[in-house]
């Protein structure tokens, strides 16, 4: 059991700053990464800001007169988050571009059937969001920078039960790989903290009409609802909730952390928690500042927790690279030594799975806004 004074950090991480040096003589051409990421399609509001987050990385890196004089490229495949899609793009890049190494899969699905891949042809495979418990130990080219399911679950079961003192809780999901692993870890871990689960049932993405499974939910006489899901989704079942004038707290995940989800009134979130990895884009903490402003400078808006996991995954391989690995192994070997690397999602470093160790917050909506989550306020 997660505890949560130990591992849920409510208040901003001071790092240093890295200058990602290149070394040794200077060499001519340019060094290529390769990137899997849902460009298009329904879950591109998410791969488009992990873009923006690598190409910002390997922008400054390249102002900076790039690695040993080489410029650092990035060749980007779309897979729309469908997994066959994604396997093509990663046989691609490893057969014909010859990378030895890849940010992605994006998410648990399209990662998981990469692993087996990578590992055969000794390719690193990094994913930024990927949090299915059973990919961890896959490989030993497999690594992570955000924690798996297990931490999030275990997490936001024990602060319910602890902090918020809820007794009931009814579970609404999505059913996918993600929301499958993390509502099981959460009603596990809940319930052998003593508390009673009234209902639980999955909803399909891209539902519209969520009335049904509410009205159900609302008949089970829950303290909260725990909500794992997606932007589009969520912003649907809050609406509909809202309407059908149901009264009781949501319990949610990283997906929560949106800012458009705050378009919606003030009482369809007022109260809702949720954990989210450490990235907080108001800190004052030096390096969070210095990329809060180089990224509003590029793309005139405020970066969200999907562009700074990114950033900080493209700038832990551009370390490495740094140090003049290239190869795959090198790469893998390289990763698997770093320990509280300073990045804007947290101090970081990669247990003997490749799994990262970085904080994770607990975060609600107050007065239509996030922030962290405060026992003395509450």
């Known amino acids: 059991m997660i505890k949560i004074i130990a591992r849920i950090i409510i208040t901003t991480i001071a790092a240093g700053v890295v200058i990602l040096a290149g070394c040794g003589k200077k060499e001519t051409g340019m060094i290529k990464i390769g990137a899997i990421l849902p460009l298009t399609g329904d879950l591109a509001i998410y791969g488009q800001k992990m873009k923006k987050g690598i190409d910002l990385a390997i922008e400054q890196k390249n102002k900076n007169g790039g690695i040993g004089g080489k410029k650092v490229f990035a060749l980007y495949e779309d897979d729309i988050g469908d997994p066959k899609i994604s396997i093509s793009a990663f046989q691609k890049l490893v057969t014909f571009e010859k990378v030895p190494v890849v940010i992605g899969g994006a998410i648990s699905r399209t990662a998981a059937p990469l692993i087996p891949i990578a590992n055969q042809n000794r390719v690193v495979l990094f994913s930024p969001a990927a ?22 679950g275990e997490a936001m079961a024990e602060f319910a039960s602890k902090n918020l003192k809820i007794k009931k809780v009814a579970i609404f ?8 692993a993390i509502s099981k870890i959460f009603s596990d871990e809940y319930k052998n903290l003593g508390g ?27 303290d909260a609802i725990f ?21 009781c707290r949501i319990l949610s995940a990283y997906g929560f952390f949106d800012p458009k989800i705050l378009e919606l009134p003030k009482d369809a979130l007022e109260g809702a ?65 770093i320990k509280n690397y300073p990045g804007v999602s947290g101090l970081t470093s990669f247990d003997k799975n490749g799994e990262v160790v970085k904080p994770l917050r607990i975060m609600t909506v107050k007065e239509g806004k996030f922030i962290n989550y405060s026992l003395s306020a509450q």
């Open 227 to 247: 909500l794992p899901g997606y932007l589009k989704e969520l912003i649907l079942i809050l609406t509909q909730k809202r309407e059908m004038k149901i009264d």
């Open 273 to 337: 928690v949720f954990t989210a990895p450490f990235f907080d884009p108001d800190a004052q903490d030096t390096v969070i500042k210095m990329y809060n402003k180089s990224y509003q400078s590029v793309y005139d808006e405020i970066p969200d927790i999907w562009s700074a996991q990114s950033y900080d995954a493209a700038n832990l391989i551009l370390s490495v690279l740094s140090k003049g690995d290239r190869s795959g192994p090198q790469i893998q070997t390289g990763l698997a030594n």
């Open 131 to 152: 949090t299915a418990p059973d990919l961890a130990g896959k490989s030993k080219y497999f690594f992570r920078n955000w924690p798996s399911d297990v931490f999030d």
């Open 173 to 180: 999901y999505v059913k996918n790989e993600w929301g499958t």
């Open 196 to 222: 009673q689960i009234s209902f639980i049932e999955s909803y399909d993405q891209n539902s519209t009409d969520f009335r049904t499974q509410l009205l159900k939910i609302n008949t089970s006489t829950p």
